[in-house]
């Protein structure tokens, strides 16, 4: 897929800066982990992906892509102006938990509309361009250690190779083994809040479909439509103290789900009685890194800022993540001022987008008179909603 002006700008730039034969290992192949493969590969850079799975693959659920992710993803040439493999968005719908009865709708943010993608489907792209633009990626490869030398870093894995590049970039998730190199152990804190995830076959197709947020006291669910609206997305989350599986392969029981959304009316109802295959996993609290690097090797995505699912931006930010550490590299001279850089860019607007999805967990479980306050503020403002996160979808890394 042909770049847009701004990667080719991008290219036109870098290929006269110091990125060019660097040697880069990165730790993980998910989303921020090939992103930032391919963004530093389109560069110049000699780049290895260390993948502990045995196959690129993903337990089906959709993400959502909000302007701020897709600006990196057109520049990285892995999606055009309307993705293939993706579902463009015309808002959301804000219900009420009993009837699903309308409670205000929410417009497109002005940055422009969102994508919802299965995340297998855009796995799947990531992975083809850093193929295709010569990325090294390297499958059932778990590593153990990460040292650090003088003017490089040693890789070790579990079959005992060991690798060395000038810089090691750690995308292995909220759950990093990498992480602890940089900010010793940590223990999470348990939310009391377990999310399930499940899709469905569907056939109500409308022209520009919209999420739909559902709201009870101490529950909401989302759902939206993804791979050209032939499946629905489910994700349902609930306040419980019995449930702290933190993994998101584990089985769940359509039954039991069903049964704990018993009193959710309206479009939430039909769709939970038509689920047949379900996951469930505790949502666990992770601070933002207090150190992102060490001159050698650097965190990134959910590895350095783990976040709750109710701003829809994790994969957004890795993705953010990746094109500023790759301009990082371009614009200062050594991997440690780069590395520098990019920390002290990325970290404040992490926080920030990390803070708004957990006020917004408060905000989706009201109770009591609470909660009708607050849908009245909600119907006063209809349109003026979209704006309220403006700062987050008008960011362009890319600009």
């Not at 102006?81 to 943010?109: F, N, W």
């Not at 994508?115 to 193929?131: Q, T």
């Not at 503020?377 to 008008?394: E, F, P």
């Amino acid at each position: 897929m042909t770049p847009g002006p701004v990667a080719l700008a991008f290219l036109r730039y870098g290929s006269a800066m110091n990125i060019n034969g660097l040697k880069f290992c990165v730790i993980g192949g998910g989303i921020g982990g090939l992103a930032a493969a391919l963004a530093l590969c389109k560069q110049g850079g000699q780049v290895t992906v260390l993948e502990q799975a045995p196959a690129l693959t993903e337990v089906g659920a959709g993400l959502q892509i909000s302007a701020n992710g897709m600006a990196v993803l057109r520049a990285l040439g892995v999606a055009g102006g309307a993705p293939e493999a993706g579902q463009i968005s015309g808002g959301t719908v804000l219900r009420d938990y009993r009837k699903g009865r309308v409670i205000s709708r929410v417009a497109a943010p002005a940055a422009g509309p969102t994508y919802y993608y299965h995340r297998a489907d855009l796995l799947d792209l990531l992975f083809k361009a850093a193929e295709h633009a010569g990325v090294d990626i390297r499958l059932s490869a778990r590593v153990t250690t990460v040292r650090k030398h003088p003017g490089e870093v040693e890789i070790v894995l579990e079959s005992g190779e060991r690798l060395r590049a000038e810089c090691a970039i750690a995308a292995d998730g909220g759950r990093s083994a990498i992480r602890p190199h940089l900010n010793g152990p940590e223990a999470p804190e348990f939310t009391h809040q377990v999310a399930w995830r499940a899709t469905i076959p569907w056939d109500q197709k409308e022209k520009l479909p919209r999420a739909s947020l559902t709201m009870g006291p101490g529950r909401h669910v989302v759902t939206y439509p993804l791979r050209d609206q032939n499946l629905m997305n489910i994700v349902a989350i609930e306040e419980r103290s019995d449930w702290r599986e933190e993994g998101w392969r584990c089985q769940g029981d359509p039954d039991v789900l069903r049964d704990r959304f018993a009193d959710f009316g309206g479009p939430v109802r039909d769709m939970l009685s038509n689920v047949e295959d379900v996951h469930l996993w505790a949502l666990f609290l992770r601070p933002v890194a207090q150190k992102w690097q060490n001159g050698r090797l650097a965190l990134l995505g959910d590895a350095a800022h783990p976040t709750l699912p109710f701003m829809a931006q994790g994969a957004c930010l890795a993705l953010e993540d990746a094109w500023i550490l790759t301009r990082s590299f371009q614009d200062h001279s050594g991997v440690t001022r780069a590395l520098t850089a990019y920390e002290a860019i990325r970290r404040p607007r992490a926080r920030q987008v990390v803070a708004a999805a957990g006020a917004n967990a408060r905000n989706f479980h009201l109770r009591g008179p609470m909660r009708l306050a607050a849908q009245a503020a909600l119907m006063a403002m209809g349109r003026r909603l979209a704006r309220r996160y403006d700062w987050i979808y008008s960011y362009d890394a890319t600009a």
